[in-house]
């Protein structure tokens, strides 16, 4: 058995790898990252979550709120609240990341088992197909928008959009938009985590500064902020609490997927200090700033426009000279290229590598992540606010229950101690027998049901609304219990 070495700091290495090196367990994306190599600062930390907060989903939530009846401060109030809340397992699952140096699908094999892992491996990773999905399409509507206006620069006003037809009633170019930004998503991956860090260092105060310009040109068209913020809710009293609660829901549901693979960004973290203080001053403040933002950009339309515009994409295609077109449309690429890459290719890329180590890289797997992104037709997901909401709300049920039992299994179970190398063995103390960890897969089914049991049983169907709630207490409490009988295989001191 290899010696494990602990740093001063708390972070733990191998000081040999030749016995994880040969287990089909491993490969090179796996593998736990040296200490020296762990290089990540609390800029980064910061800058990977602005930048993945100042995008058009973010700006789309705060006006999907808006739409569902909210006011301006009910909505920024509820996104704030859900962010603040999501904060808490998004911490508590980094630690492990940071002390380890382990992606999250690794340390999923802890509670999971070696084998069982790849349950709450895949089921995350489809959710993040979802998302990488919605995000290119955003993207390539954005590309589309661009090329528009390239064309119109060159004299040619309206060409673009009418140039090969339409396909499923959308512009044939809108398609080809669709699968160029997809590409270019694809030829990121395949460059490295490097690159992708070197990408959020600078995206994120660039689309920080054109986005507070974008605000700008709303408060003047609007005549001040006076006539912006005066303007009311449908919802008062009573009406709005059951609108309330399914939305706080979906706050928390749309960082519910990072809320479990931030160990594939933290085993990079310098130091346990570093990674947390980097998220908690940008997270929530990134994300109430930029739905801020939103909010103030979309009840400003309804001033100027007659009618609320939640949609950036169809906001700037309303402006009339091309040059401002163009550069809004630059930065809307640049915003959803960036958290594309970051939060939803990164994780499921390790988590089919995790599926597969010997026959699946990390590049083999964001490709996989992109294909499958496409057949989840995300123009779908993004035809109404009540649509996209009601997605992030039913996602958030399956990925509570998983950040539950990983949660209780590290901080309660197993009191922060892994066996590092048994991480990566098939014959190692989480093999549990068969590679499943039986408690943990029947504590997951528990927490589900009752997350999404109220869309199939009508009884149950109230529980819906709180699904990240139902079933991270749910399934956590359950396994917990079934721990509590059973001796974990690695609470014993480490060597």
Not at 85 to 91: A, G, N, Q
Not at 355 to 382: D, E, H, Q
């Amino acid at each position: 058995m290899a010696t494990e070495i602990n740093h001063p700091d708390g972070r733990v290495e191998l000081a040999d790898d030749a016995r994880i090196v040969a287990s089909p367990l491993y490969n090179h994306d796996l593998a736990p990252v040296r200490v020296k190599d762990r290089n990540w600062s609390t800029y980064n930390y910061a800058a990977l979550w602005v930048s993945m907060a100042h995008c058009i989903p973010t700006y789309m939530l705060a006006s999907g709120l808006m739409d569902k009846g909210m006011s301006w401060s009910q909505a920024l109030w509820t996104i704030a609240l859900g962010n603040t809340i999501v904060l808490i397992p998004i911490l508590l699952n980094s630690h492990p990341g940071t002390r380890y140096g382990i992606p999250f699908p690794v340390f999923a094999r802890a509670a999971y088992g070696t084998v069982g892992s790849n349950l709450p491996a895949l089921l995350r990773a489809l959710v993040a197909c979802g998302w990488f999905g919605i995000q290119a399409w955003i993207g390539g509507a954005a590309l589309n928008t661009f090329f528009a206006s390239l064309w119109n620069l060159m004299g040619r006003p309206g060409a673009w959009q009418g140039l090969l037809g339409s396909i499923g009633g959308y512009p044939t170019t809108q398609w080809i938009s669709f699968l160029l930004f997809w590409g270019l998503n694809i030829l990121i991956v395949y460059r490295g985590m490097d690159l992708l860090r070197r990408v959020e260092n600078w995206a994120a105060p660039f689309v920080l500064v054109m986005t507070a310009a974008l605000v700008y040109w709303a408060i003047q068209a609007a005549h001040g902020l006076g006539p912006i913020l005066s303007q009311p809710g449908r919802l008062s009293g009573g009406a709005f609490w059951p609108v309330f609660f399914p939305s706080l829901t979906a706050m928390v549901g749309y960082w519910a997927t990072l809320s479990l693979n931030m160990p594939d960004f933290t085993r990079f973290g310098r130091s346990q200090r570093e990674q947390a203080f980097g998220q908690v001053v940008a997270l929530p403040t990134t994300m109430t700033l930029f739905a801020g933002m939103g909010v103030v950009i979309t009840s400003a339309t309804a001033i100027i426009y007659g009618k609320a515009i939640w949609d950036p994409v169809v906001l700037v295609g309303q402006f009339k000279h091309p040059l401002v077109v163009l550069v809004s449309m630059f930065t809307i690429v640049v915003a959803t290229l960036s958290v594309n890459i970051a939060a939803n290719v990164v994780s499921p890329a390790n988590d089919f590598a995790n599926a597969f180590p010997k026959w699946i890289s990390f590049k083999t797997g964001g490709l996989i992540t992109g294909l499958i992104g496409i057949v989840m037709m995300p123009w779908k997901l993004l035809e109404s606010g009540d649509r996209y909401i009601g997605w992030l709300i039913t996602l958030s049920g399956g990925m509570g229950t998983i950040a539950g039992v990983l949660i209780v299994d590290y901080w309660l179970v197993r009191n922060k101690r892994l066996q590092l190398e048994d991480l990566y063995l098939a014959d190692g103390v989480y093999t549990y027998g068969s590679g499943w960890n039986p408690r943990a897969v029947i504590a997951t089914l528990f927490g589900c049901a009752l997350a999404w049991g109220g869309l199939f049983i009508p009884p149950l169907e109230p529980l819906v609304s709180y699904g990240w709630f139902v079933g991270a207490f749910g399934g956590g409490a359950l396994y917990l219990a079934l721990s509590r009988g059973a001796k974990a295989p690695s609470v014993e001191v480490q060597h």
